[in-house]
């Protein structure tokens, strides 16, 4: 099912003692043999009205902390209000990759090309409450992305997969992907269900890892390539989308089968972050459209505990056995969900499009920037821009339509030269 771990193509610390993210680290060594780095602290002379370029912006596994990188290090803000958490300023560059560990000590880091001191094929795992790294992998090529868990650290390269253990740094798995300048990955992060999704060797393909039942699913879920895909916590639903970005398709990862499919638009659009809600009632899709659309799902769960309980398996009342041969209870009735066409009587005429589900509230903002999507309090939607914006806004549950903004800040001024990633 996937390969055999082999760390050939990486290089790690040899380490004293095991990683634990939530605590404080023992003396490690660096992969050259020496003391392991340490960052400076905050520059002096680089104050609050200092212009900067933004890298990459991205949430940590609850949606409650933004990490971004910057051009001179990187910046840790939380989303309800909008403020900044603390800070680390480099002389030697920035970094192109910031994964948080949920709101802990530790992070993953990766530098931008201009960093002279951590290149972007160096993953960094930085503990900062000792101000200093902790363990470095090195790989031959450069680095597309990062994902971590309590026990695992996911590396992405261009086409391959590498899954570490986080207490020991022990490869486990490899798994070759399509071309991926994307750094498309994604992983579940309740802890007593390890799902990992990636692209498949084939267009269109999203292969998925279920790694605690050591079960591979391969899901057809477009015809052009994947563009964007999430999956929700406990690794169960996974929504896709395409290049084309007309469509969102929502999967069971268990077996495969199409729960729903909503529309973003007719127009070719690439979007840019799709978020489930807490609740899994909607879903979120950000695009280079400049609109934030919002979905009522219809996936079933079998009550409020289920996203709680200790087997979350049992917990979706789509996931049982009898799932895979009718949708018939799987998806709730469409009365009140997303509007459909007026001309949807006339749906066995007309394209596809005349019937598919329309997003039940929206909100519009400046195109051709990306932003990052994710659900806040109170049906709430937090919008993050790389144009370094911070948007709040609210949807109403039941008329839905135009989105209400309850709060815009800028987050991070930016140099006048700065253009979108």
Request: glycine share 6%; with cysteine; proline share 3%.
């Amino acid at each position: 099912m996937l390969a055999g771990a082999s760390s050939s193509d990486t290089s790690s610390s040899k380490m004293s003692q095991g990683i634990f993210p939530t605590s404080r680290i023992g003396n490690s060594e660096s992969p050259n043999g020496g003391a392991s780095s340490s960052f400076t602290r905050p520059i002096a002379d680089m104050n609050e009205n200092d212009e900067t370029d933004l890298l990459s912006i991205s949430w940590n596994q609850d949606y409650d902390c933004i990490a971004a990188g910057i051009s001179h290090g990187f910046r840790i803000y939380n989303c309800e209000p909008c403020k900044e958490t603390f800070r680390r300023d480099l002389k030697c560059g920035g970094f192109k990759i910031v994964e948080m560990l949920f709101r802990c000590n530790i992070l993953a880091l990766v530098g931008a090309v201009a960093n002279s001191h951590y290149p972007p094929n160096k993953v960094l795992i930085w503990d900062d409450h000792q101000s200093r790294s902790i363990t470095e992998f090195t790989f031959r090529s450069e680095v597309r992305g990062v994902k971590l868990r309590h026990d695992r650290i996911v590396v992405v390269l261009e086409h391959k997969i590498y899954v570490y253990s986080f207490t020991d740094l022990k490869l486990l798995h490899q798994i070759e992907t399509l071309a991926n300048p994307r750094g498309l990955c994604c992983i579940s992060h309740d802890t007593n269900t390890f799902v990992l999704a990636c692209q498949g060797l084939r267009k269109g393909r999203v292969r998925v890892e279920h790694f605690g039942l050591n079960m591979t699913k391969f899901i057809n879920a477009h015809d052009s390539e994947i563009s964007c895909f999430t999956l929700t916590s406990d690794g169960l639903l996974l929504a896709t989308a395409s290049v084309k970005g007309t469509l969102i398709r929502i999967f069971n990862t268990m077996d495969r089968s199409l729960l729903q499919e909503v529309r973003r638009g007719v127009d070719r659009a690439e979007i840019n972050s799709i978020a489930f809600s807490q609740d899994l009632q909607w879903l979120a899709a950000s695009s280079d459209k400049g609109t934030v659309h919002v979905f009522r799902l219809r996936v079933r769960v079998s009550g409020e505990d289920s996203l709680t309980q200790p087997n979350a398996i049992q917990g979706h009342a789509l996931f049982r056995q009898n799932s895979s041969s009718s949708l018939d209870p799987l998806i709730s009735p469409n009365t009140g969900a997303n509007p459909n066409s007026s001309l949807s009587f006339m749906r066995g005429v007309l394209p596809k499009y005349f019937s598919s589900e329309w997003s039940f509230a929206q909100f519009h903002l400046p195109e051709n920037t990306r932003f990052i999507v994710a659900f806040g309090s109170q049906n709430s939607v937090i919008i993050v821009g790389m144009d370094g914006s911070f948007y709040k806004c609210s949807f109403d549950p039941v008329h839905g339509g135009e989105m209400v903004r309850q709060e815009h800040v800028r987050f991070l001024k930016l140099c006048v030269h700065h253009h979108r990633q």
